[in-house]
């Protein structure tokens, strides 16, 4: 079965403190993305990640890629609150036919 | 330039009746996919097109299906409906392999 994880679920952090969040995918995947969801909003894309080793920054945060062992994170640098929001990585697969399948999310609480 | 634009926004139905849903790409992008998104959980793929062919397809039952326009619009159609299909339809559109834009999304609640 194809799964995405992510870990933490849930994730409260002071601003200015640093913190990554984990994306596990059980199969071998051409590309993975980030996605940010604001309450009732829809989603905004962060990045996109093509290959192994790949590491993509823009502002405070930072995605990288190791498609050995199927992760990939997006590390925070110095919060700050306009960053709470819940982040969804996503992963394009291949089997018979295309497939995108989006982890469980981590919903992010920045405190001021 | 416009987004990705859904209509209608909201929409309220009843079990057995059927519905469409419509998308518009943003200029230029060829792909469009759908998406349900239930509140607190991440979006599950339904269908992907590109250039009015099915590209990828999710584990969603036959009475979910979609097509796709020569100016690349979309429809996604959902026959027999079920309290369970109440949820966030998102709309995607992109140049393919890259990031896809999502739309507001159509609000379907089921009765």
Known sequence: ELKVEQNPLFLSMQEGKNYTIYCNYSTTSDRLYWYRQDPGKSLESLFVLLSNGAVKQEGRLMASLDTKARLSTLHITAAVHDLSATYFCAVEVFSGTYKYIFGTGTRLKVLA | DAGVTQSPTHLIKTRGQHVTLRCSP?????????????????PQFIFQYYEKEERGRGNFPDRFSARQFPNYSSELNVNALLLGDSALYLCASSLLGQPQHFGDGTRLSIL
């Open chain 2, 26 to 42: 943003i200029s230029g992008h060829k792909s469009v996919s759908w998406y349900q998104q239930v509140l607190g959980q991440g």
